[in-house]
């Protein structure tokens, strides 16, 4: 196969573009800087959490609702949304079962420390869509791949964890690496030193490399998205994620499919509409609908070592998990809502349609415009790949993505209503769009792309 190379794009007029963008979404967003300002006084950076700055190259508009597919800030603009927070709100904005449950909820009681009858009916209807079958409810996804990691270490003994080139697991010390020259470093400050020693990164798509690292390593878990998300999209060679199924077991490591986000893309997760076998699966993000929700599940043997470990306060110490607001009444209740009448086997396959047309949409672009490039698509995530193939792992996916192009992208798009995918992402189909939206998507993409190429 060909090695891929990085498209080169006129970088002056992509500058002079930006600056004309950004000069007009300051002109339409002047209340919400007057807060950023304001807030200055009491937040670094102006914003109560750094990502909100740091995920947009622009200043933030400041928000004040939302409705379906559409948000609206303090200035009067409305977007199209399309990056859906990074998949956490993946139903859209106000979806009426939601609505009722977390009405409902607050009056009876938001949180006990104790069990309700919807985390049955979740862990239920979990256990049936995904075959996993026993769970365990967290706050977020990061702290769900956490306990997974603790509780594989303890099963398994050994302390290494192998992870993938072009990962992301949330904000974990062992997992916020990268490979360096001389091995594995961390990718941000602040993260305990050493806390990446027990770490090894494999290129996705490679069973010969992950055998080497399984054969000379302990290692206690190998976690991966089914579909790398977090660097546009890779998807798995057919038969790679069994082969890792395979390795993990004849290597004596357990597996956990991390699927934060790729449960949005088909019902059951990918875990689930691919039949994957696995010892662990993550979910979190959009299942909450905005309110804090992650879970894990697990195989029987994997909750029967959970039941015998299980901490207690006043006999042995058990395994490190739980929290006090994780698998709070209204968490739970929100996710039975989303299980129930949202993440229908219908709407799935609505918003895999959806999909389909955007990435067919953004193809005709690309050859209208003579660019060899092409889409990715995988359910309701499409977007663009500027290489004339798919990457097959997360170096690839670097150099088919360009972070200056999406972000005078996202300007362009934000200043005609169209709130688009963050860097790592692509656009994302939400439970809440129409046809109409992903041909209004398509017209402003179509808009951006003429204007830097004719
Ligand atoms: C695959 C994956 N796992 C875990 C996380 C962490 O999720 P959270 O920030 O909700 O903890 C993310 C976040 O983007 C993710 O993409």
């Not at 998949?87 to 009426?96: E, I, K, N, W």
């Not at 290692?219 to 993990?248: D, F, H, I, K, S």
């Amino acid at each position: 196969m060909p090695a891929l190379r990085p498209f080169v794009f006129n970088q002056s007029r992509l500058t002079a573009l930006r600056a004309r963008e950004e000069a007009t979404f300051r002109q339409r967003t002047t209340r919400s800087q007057a807060l950023r300002e304001e807030s200055r006084r009491y937040m670094p950076q102006g914003v109560p959490m750094a990502w909100m700055v740091s995920l947009n190259r622009f200043s933030p508009p400041f928000i004040r609702s939302a409705s379906g597919a559409v948000f609206t800030d303090v200035d009067d603009n409305q977007y199209l949304d399309f990056n859906v927070a990074d998949l956490s709100m993946t139903m859209g904005y106000g979806p009426m079962p939601v609505v009722d449950a977390v009405s409902r909820q607050v009056r009876l009681g938001a949180q006990f420390l104790l069990p309700t009858e919807d985390a049955l009916v979740v862990g239920r209807l979990l256990a049936e869509q995904i075959g996993i079958p026993y769970w365990q409810f967290t706050l977020s996804a990061s702290g769900a791949n956490v306990e997974v990691m603790r509780i594989a270490r303890h099963i398994t003994g050994r302390e290494k964890i192998v992870i993938f080139d072009g990962h992301y697991h949330g904000h974990i010390d062992d997992t916020m690496v990268r490979q360096g020259e001389q091995g594995v470093v961390h990718e941000q400050l602040g993260l305990a030193r050493g806390s990446a020693a027990n770490t090894l990164i494999v290129p996705f798509n490679d069973l010969e490399a992950l055998e080497r690292v399984l054969a000379s390593e302990a290692v206690a878990l190998v976690l991966t998205e089914p579909a790398l998300t977090n660097c546009t999209l890779v998807q798995p060679a057919p038969g790679y994620l069994e082969g890792v199924r395979r390795l993990t077991q004849q290597y004596g490591s357990l597996l956990c499919l991390d699927e934060a986000h790729t449960f949005q893309f088909a019902h059951g997760g990918l875990t689930g509409a691919w039949g994957l076998q696995t010892d662990f699966v993550v979910l979190g993000k959009g299942l909450g609908s905005g309110i804090a929700f992650a879970l894990y599940g697990m195989s029987e043997t994997i909750a029967r070592h959970l039941e015998q470990f299980t901490d207690s306060d006043i006999g042995p110490a058990g395994l490190a998990t739980g929290g006090t607001l994780y698998a709070s009444a209204l968490a739970v209740s929100t996710a039975r809502a989303s299980l129930e009448q949202v993440l229908t086997i219908t709407n799935y396959q609505r918003i895999e349609r959806l999909g389909a047309r955007l990435a067919s949409g953004l193809r005709q672009t690309f050859a209208r415009h003579d660019l060899p490039w092409c889409a990715f698509e995988l359910g309701p995530r499409s977007g663009y790949c500027l290489t004339p193939r798919l990457p097959r792992n997360g170096a690839e996916a670097n150099l088919s993505m360009d972070p200056a192009f999406i972000d005078c992208r996202r300007l362009f798009m934000a200043n005609r209503g169209v709130w688009d995918g963050i860097l790592s992402a692509g656009p994302q189909v939400s439970f809440a769009h129409s046809e109409a939206d992903i041909d209004r998507y398509l017209e402003i993409a179509s808009a951006f792309i003429a204007e830097l190429f004719e």
